[in-house]
């Protein structure tokens, strides 16, 4: 079974309560869901594998760790989850940057794919995936079958707010797949919207609707 961190750092609280705050413009919603995404990728990135190196500093030389191992990269499902990509960038700026398009259908909430472009050695590659809003958690469960069928083998989930439901799905169709959250919110509602939540992060990201 998947592991599930809810990141409960008082930084990352303190933001998304902003981020849910429905008076908050896109200027700064954007820059708010940057920054906690750039605080979630330490967090992610804790596991990582290093190795130790020979540095010489002016004084003498020491033995010094560094990243080793595979490669890394950030797969944002859009649109959402492009506002997360920036943040995460900072602080992992070698990883390369696929992208996979759905956007759920709003009668019935199914996940529909419409783009994905991932970078050719993805199979090589640690692939976070991100997304802010994990609701039913079709979308993520998707992006995730159509990566591991590009070859993908090593997935992390990152998300802003997730639903019970969502976390279930991803871990009842991805027991591999360990999924990193700033918070688990109550429930859905009758259309899919996580509640308390922050509406729709897409429209709120690029100012439509
Ligand atoms: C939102 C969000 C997720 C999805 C979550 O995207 O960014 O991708 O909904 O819902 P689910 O867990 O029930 O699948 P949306 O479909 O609104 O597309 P958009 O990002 O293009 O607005
Ligand atoms: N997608 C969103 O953007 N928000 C939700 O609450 C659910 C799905």
Do not use: W
Not at 17 to 36: C, M, P, Q, W, Y
Not at 43 to 70: S, Y
Not at 114 to 126: A, G, H
Not at 184 to 205: F, M, Q, S, T, W
């Amino acid at each position: 079974m998947s592991k599930v961190t809810q990141i409960a750092h008082p930084l990352i609280l303190h933001k998304l309560a902003f981020i849910r705050d429905k008076n908050t413009g896109s200027k700064d919603f954007r820059e708010l869901v940057e920054e906690v995404a750039m605080l979630m990728a330490y967090e992610v990135t804790r596991d990582l594998q290093t190795e130790e190196i020979n540095i010489d500093t002016p004084i003498c030389t020491t033995k010094c760790k560094v990243l080793a191992g595979k490669k890394m990269a950030i797969v944002p499902i859009l649109r959402a989850g492009l506002g997360m990509v920036d943040g995460m960038l900072k602080l992992i700026p070698a990883a390369k940057v696929g992208h996979i398009g759905l956007y759920r259908d709003e009668e019935t909430l199914q996940p529909v794919e419409y783009f994905c472009k991932l970078p050719q050695d993805i199979s090589e590659r640690d692939v976070i995936v991100v997304d802010p809003m994990l609701a039913t958690g079709g979308s993520a469960a998707d992006a995730i079958t159509l990566l591991k069928k590009k070859g993908a083998k090593y997935i992390r989930l990152v998300c802003l707010i997730g639903a019970p439901e969502g976390v279930k799905l991803v871990q009842d169709t991805h027991p591999d797949v360990d999924i990193y959250l700033g918070s688990i919110d109550e429930k859905l509602n009758e259309n899919g919207y996580i509640v308390p939540g922050l509406g729709d992060a897409g429209d709120r990201l690029f100012g439509t609707k």
